[in-house]
């Protein structure tokens, strides 16, 4: 499946998560979205046909106005190119293209997140830090090129802090 959102959920409450999700997806307008239940424990892949940048800044401000909807999704991470070749040459190519957003003043930082893969962080990290001239912040970056590696499916974002959900993270904030 082509997937343009990660999921994190509680490990074996993945099918509640995948119901829940294609409820708050299809409140937001969403017909028919999509998921599969990875073979990674707590984890989801899912497609929908709404912007996902859009579908973080909804689901946060669901949180903040219903929090009891949002149950079991911990983490929803917007993903710009999916299903890539799990190649260097791939997702250099690949995370090229997405860092062009970038302004050439701003800071970056490189995450990789692997899960069941031969593939190195450190490799990843060489191979797309090689066409970045931006200086590099890993404290406090004006953006995170994330790399998601499942296996051989590999997804790739180019996302400032606020464009990634985390359903503690927002909770937290209500209850302050």
Known sequence: MDFN????TYRHREPEAQKELHEILSF???SKPE??????????????TLDILNVVRRIRNLVYDEPWRVRYILR??????????DSLDTIRAAAATLCSKMQ???????????????????DI?????????????????????LVEVIGRRVGISVLRRNEIFSSVREKRRIST
Do not use: Y
């Open 35 to 48: 998921s599969d239940i990875t073979e990674i424990s707590g984890l989801l892949v899912a497609r929908t």
């Open 76 to 85: 929803l991470i917007p993903v710009e190119a999916a299903n890539i070749e």
């Open 104 to 122: 050439e003043r701003e800071t970056f930082r490189i995450t990789v997140e692997r899960r069941c893969t031969a593939l190195r962080s450190s």
């Open 28 to 30: 937001f307008g969403d």
């Open 5 to 8: 959102l990660l999921i994190s």
């Open 125 to 145: 990290i060489k191979a797309i830090a090689q066409n970045i001239h931006n200086k590099v912040d890993l404290e406090d970056p004006a953006w995170t090129v």
